[in-house]
């Protein structure tokens, strides 16, 4: 079973930076999709950034241009870079795994960022 350990959240002020990351253990596919959702309370959890094995990727409408989502070339492990960051980001950021085919996703324990204004 696909085990994912997330790094990186905090607390950082209006405008500023956080990269997180997430590592999958315990025999992860080659073919897989990982990426980050995010939830605050009251709301469902959204799509930050998703990114494909083979490179491909997807982002929510309210990070484009300030998230950046990588991965290491060979790896199961993905970052976010967050840049200009805004209160509105201030949520638990969840790493989550799916294999490419699967509708099923795994999640992690989830990270809390918060952004002070």
């Known amino acids: 079973q696909v085990h994912l350990v997330e790094s990186g959240g905090g607390l950082v002020q209006a405008g500023g930076s956080l990269r997180l990351s997430c590592e999958a253990s315990g025999n992860p596919s080659s073919f897989n999709v990982m990426g980050w959702y995010r939830q605050d309370p009251g709301n469902p959890r959204d799509l930050v950034a998703l990114i494909s094995s083979v490179g491909t990727t997807r982002y929510g409408d309210s990070v484009k241009g300030r998230f950046t989502i990588s991965r290491e070339t060979g790896k199961n492990t993905v970052y976010l870079q967050m840049n200009n960051l805004t209160p509105e980001d201030t949520a638990v950021y969840y790493c989550?795994?799916?294999?490419?085919?699967?509708?099923?996703?795994?999640w992690g324990q989830g990270t809390q960022v918060t952004v002070s204004s």
């Open positions: 989550t795994y799916r294999i490419s085919w699967s509708p099923t996703n795994t």
